[in-house]
């Protein structure tokens, strides 16, 4: 699993992480909680469902919620360097994204997920456009965000 693996990682070398969702609703961090041992790097966790709570609680800038939406690259960035520079922590890790059945556009349709991660080396984001009901997406949308963590602690 997953969560195991980026435990034991971050134990290793005693990083720390702090997880900002919005799609995921605590899914990643349900996760990460999973595993003893947890509260020795997981420094917190914050749901930010809405644009307000991106904002007020991550520092997700107005002007980009307003620009890119908050289905967006941009905002699952900002999202991961918020969560990441208000815990205090060696890295910062971010979804959203469209889980359906509504809120699609023609642009952004469901299963658009956007995870990044916010670290020493800077922050990366991807782009995925998952198939499924509103809990697969939700699935593979803590799927990904997980391994993206887990590809940068490999190559730290």
């Known amino acids: 699993m997953l969560e195991v693996e980026v435990g034991r990682m971050l134990s290793q070398r005693g990083g720390t992480l702090a997880i900002a969702e919005s799609l995921t609703g605590g899914l990643v961090a349900s996760r990460v909680t999973d595993v003893p041992g947890a509260s020795s790097y997981l420094l917190e966790a914050v749901v930010a469902y809405s644009d307000a709570a ?10 980009t919620l307003e620009a890119h939406g908050a289905v967006s690259e941009q905002v699952a960035r900002e999202m991961a360097e918020g969560a990441r520079a208000f815990a205090g922590a ?5 979804t959203t994204g469209i889980a359906g059945p509504t809120g699609a556009t023609a642009t952004k349709p469901v299963g658009l997920v956007f995870v990044a991660l916010s670290g020493p080396g800077g922050t990366v984001a991807e782009r995925h456009l ?27």
């Open 130 to 156: 998952f198939g499924g009901d509103r809990l697969a997406i939700k699935a593979s949308a803590s799927e990904a965000a997980l391994r993206l963590l887990l590809e940068r602690l490999r190559a730290a």
């Open 90 to 94: 060696t890295w910062g890790l971010s």
């Open 54 to 63: 991106k904002a007020r609680l991550l520092g997700v800038s107005e002007a």
